[in-house]
């Protein structure tokens, strides 16, 4: 879950100054790239005009060409997304956690004023990836995603595997949202889907005894 640069509001993080601010644009602009066309859609020249750098840019930054600008863009987004989720989980009750986790999601994948996207699922359904590279990266920073959730629900009772399931659902049903509101050109279907997690999860912390809770 990343917005149009991939970076999550209120991260803090824009691009480190420096030798490295040119790399680091990249980066930005190319996460930026996979949310609105995909991973496919994008070429190194996108990435280099998007970044307002040199042509030269890509070989000397990412002598791996543009498997690697995605595995770092896929990378650096996910991290992102998921240190939100960790705070938001470390800092709250899980009905709170998970509203403020949605509420994320909504901002930064879903609004914004462009097409409603996601740069770690845009690199994880490329065809160009025919050595699994990049769905191995998108994997990771999926299960980051469910772990944190995950673990917020365990910390306050609920069983270790209905909470790994309730994570994994709620990924995927963000996820998917993101593909229905691109699809329908508005947020009406991510406001369905959330509510439904939202039920879900009602139901799931109501099946915890007050002994377990803390």
């Not at 896929?74 to 240190?83: I, K």
């Not at 990836?129 to 920073?141: E, H, I, K, P, Q």
């Not at 509510?195 to 999860?201: E, Q, S, Y």
Request: hydrophobic share 45%; with cysteine.
């Amino acid at each position: 879950m990343a917005d149009r640069t991939g970076q999550p509001v209120g991260s803090g993080g824009a691009p480190p100054a420096g030798r490295r601010d040119t790399r680091a644009r990249m980066v930005v602009a190319a996460a930026e790239l996979f949310r609105e066309r995909g991973y496919d859609g994008t070429g190194c020249r996108d990435v280099v005009a998007r970044a307002h750098a040199a042509r030269g840019a890509i070989y000397h930054h990412f002598p791996g060409g543009k498997t690697q600008i995605g595995v770092d863009a896929a990378r650096w987004a996910g991290d992102r997304v998921a240190q939100h989720i960790e705070a938001a989980c470390a800092d709250a009750a899980p009905g709170d956690a998970v509203r403020a986790v949605l509420d994320l999601a909504e901002q930064i994948l879903i609004g914004g004023g462009g097409p409603a996207g996601c740069p770690v699922a845009a690199v994880a359904l490329s065809a160009e990836d025919t050595d699994g590279t990049l769905r191995a990266v998108a994997n990771d920073a999926f299960d980051r995603w469910r772990a944190a959730i995950a673990g917020c629900l365990t910390s306050y009772g609920v069983d270790t595997a209905r909470a790994a399931r309730f994570a994994a659902m709620t990924v995927a049903a963000v996820e998917g949202a993101v593909l229905l509101c691109r699809a329908a050109g508005g947020i009406e279907p991510y406001r369905d889907v959330r509510a439904g997690i939202l039920d879900h999860l009602d139901h799931l912390l109501g099946t915890v005894t007050p002994s377990a809770a803390p």
